[in-house]
T-cell receptor, first 108, second 112 residues
Framework: QKEVEQNSGPLSVPEGAIASLNCTYS??????FFWYRQYSGKSPELIMF????GDKEDGRFTAQLNKASQYVSLLIRDSQPSDSATYLC????????FGAGTRLTVKP | DADVTQTPRNRITKTGKRIMLECSQT?????MYWYRQDPGLGLRLIYY???????NKGEISDGYSVSRQAQAKFSLSLESAIPNQTALYFC???????????FGQGTRLTVV
């Protein structure tokens, strides 16, 4: 079992819709959780981080963490074509491990 | 100038050759990481270092070695490159508390 699992997609949503991205992790001792966005051929860039159970909102983005279920999600409201990218879930305990990423396409 | 700089940005090398990828950072972070990225596989951790005297293997360290020459410099070596090491390689840094990782621009390596 991979330490960080994501649905690889691709996920396609119409412009203006909500995109929902999911991630599970295997190590219960994991302490911090991150969502990165990566455009093709570019470096990953941080969108959100979350440390505590519950929801964390930043603009159109909401991260949700459920440590009991070992589950992290990212919601993107009012999706825009510029949100089309690969979204990487990352989990930090002693090091930083990434999932395989979910490719999101937002169609105009 | 970028906070995390990788050199070279692109490299084509032949099977069996030794190659070194370099990473330097100006963020003052203690933790540095080397990842490789292949299509559909996300970022896989090769090696990481918490300080100059601390080097740790990641998920896929076979065929690679690293050197932490200073707090700001972390190099990745392929002693004898093979074609399945063709990938996009990223260096990253984070601060001591293990918060977000900051990435270099990436090195696209092709082994022919």
């Amino acid at each position: 079992q991979k330490e960080v699992e994501q649905n690889s997609g691709p996920l396609s949503v119409p412009e203006g819709a909500i995109a929902s991205l999911n991630c599970t992790y295997s190590d219960r001792g994991s302490q911090s959780f991150f969502w990165y966005r990566q455009y093709s051929g570019k470096s990953p860039e941080l969108i959100m981080f979350i440390y505590s159970n519950g929801d964390k909102e930043d603009g159109r983005f909401t991260a949700q963490l459920n440590k009991a279920s070992q589950y992290v999600s990212l919601l993107i409201r009012d999706s825009q074509p510029s949100d089309s990218a690969t979204y990487l879930c990352a989990v930090n305990k002693h090091d930083m491990r990434f999932g395989a990423g979910t490719r999101l396409t937002v169609k105009p | 100038d970028a906070d995390v700089t990788q050199t070279p940005r692109n490299r084509i090398t032949k099977t069996g050759k030794r190659i070194m990828l370099e990473c330097s950072q100006t963020k003052g972070h203690d933790r540095m990481y080397w990842y490789r990225q292949d299509p559909g596989l996300g970022l896989r951790l090769i090696y990481y270092s918490f300080d100059v005297k601390d080097i740790n293997k990641g998920e896929i360290s076979d065929g690679y070695s690293v050197s932490r020459q200073a707090q700001a410099k972390f190099s990745l070596s392929l002693e004898s490159a093979i074609p399945n090491q063709t990938a996009l390689y990223f260096c990253a840094t984070s601060d001591l508390e293990g918060t977000e990782a900051f990435f270099g621009q990436g090195t696209r390596l092709t082994v022919v």
